[in-house]
């Protein structure tokens, strides 16, 4: 910075205990300024995916696509809707996410129209923003004070792993129930199957 008379230097060490920890502009009133992993996540049917973490500042609106690719890794084909924030509702994207037909939910582009079945509405995307409170406020994802790189990211990876245990222990009760039904259903059936008739006992 003396040498070449500037006042910052790209991917400058901030934290000698943990010199991985780059600053990310925000530009939030309370914290312009944040230090740690920035992650992005989506959300399945209630299951939480971590798709991106890097200690350096990205684009989240860059990473729809791959996201979209990653899932369609998982599962086989594509998602029949996505719903995402303003950031990732760029031409391109929804150039590209036509091309494979999948329906964006999001505001259109341009001037608000009288058509709004392909807003998002109220409530729609509060999933994912609920699991970043969660995360954070319940798990601790945003006091996380493991100094090795890779502790870190493991940390954040069992909050994310913790997240989905609790939504199958939620679901867990009535998919154990319907499970008893349904084989109970099914030696019920083969029971009165072989059990002989009432003019046959007497």
Known sequence: MYD???????????SIHQPHVRPIVRGKTNAYVEFGAKIQMSIMNGI???ED??????NEGGRLLSTVEKYKRRFGYYPNKVFADKIYCTRDNRAKLKERQIFLVAKPLGRPSLAVENHIRP???NPIAGKFGQAKTAYGMNRIKARLQDTSE???ASIVLVL?????IGRAPLSLII???EE?????KSSFSHKPSMSQNY
Not at 4 to 12: A, F, G, N, Y
Not at 164 to 168: A, G
């Open 48 to 50: 939480t995916f971590l």
């Open 123 to 125: 409530g729609e995307r």
């Open 184 to 188: 109970y259903i099914v030696m019920e």
């Open 4 to 14: 070449d008379k500037t006042h910052s230097v790209e991917h400058r060490i901030v």
């Open 154 to 156: 493991s940390w954040v």
């Open 53 to 58: 973490l890097s200690w350096d500042a990205f």
């Open 179 to 181: 499970k008893f039904f």
């Open 164 to 168: 989905n245990l609790i939504k199958l």
